[in-house]
């Protein structure tokens, strides 16, 4: 990633400083300058390699990137603040000193694991549908599931934002009325699995997150988060070539 401009605002918002909201009013404050010189475009094109880049004088540092795995219990939310004042998962990361973000969400009633980073490049890549990344979920469904059904789900259902990729499917127990399975995705649009049970006929009772890529929840106690390890992390590094 060397050698690449970014416009300032992002320079900003990247190192960590803060949002690219207030980077930008803080450019056009004059608060920022490029190499010595004032620049007020937040538009304006900077290498944060090469150019020295301030903020009221004082140089950028990169911020220390964070990768953490966050075990997201039911109840609790993805995004920052709630008019109803319900718990989020930032009440789970108060001790984290950096401006961290989740990489792709969960349901409130959906438990499981959540990649939690201030790297947007990582985060990028583990939302973007395009890179594929396997996201693993355990199933309870409110009925018994056929294995027609199953494999309907490994074809693909069609949803009201279209048809759903290939799926793995993996029936693992049924009990008197409910069918438990694995179902393993690449996508990872607004209640996917939710829905998906739903294009067949059923409900889902229950939902677990229990793996992303390779990374599964271990022994990871429910609301406690724990770093991702140095090879975690680098398997789920965009392999790009191009500029961003
Ligand atoms: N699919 C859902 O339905 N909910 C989630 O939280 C994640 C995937």
Known sequence: MRGLKKTLDRVLS???????????????????AVNGRKVQTPGAWADPDRDQVTLDGKPLRAANKVYLLLYKPKGYLSTHKDPEGRPTIYDLLKDVPEKVFSAGRLDQDTSGLL??????????????????????????????????????????????????R?????????????????????????????????????KVLKLVRTKIGAIGIGDLEIGKYRALTAAEVRALQPRRSGTR
């Open 166 to 202: 290939p799926a793995e499917v993996k029936r693992v127990r049924d009990s008197a009325r409910f069918t438990f399975f694995e179902i393993t995705i690449t996508e990872g649009r607004n209640r996917q699995v939710r829905r998906m049970v739903e294009a067949l006929g059923a």
């Open 115 to 164: 990649l939690i980073t201030n790297d947007t490049v990582f985060g990028d890549y583990v939302t973007d549908p395009e890179s594929h990344v396997p996201k693993t979920y355990l199933v309870k469904a409110s009925a018994l599931l056929s294995d027609d059904q199953l494999l309907r789900l490994r074809d693909g259902v069609e949803l009201s934002d279209g048809p759903t």
């Open 14 to 32: 990247k190192a960590g400083v803060g949002s690219r909201t207030e980077a930008r009013r803080w450019i056009a404050e004059g608060r920022v």
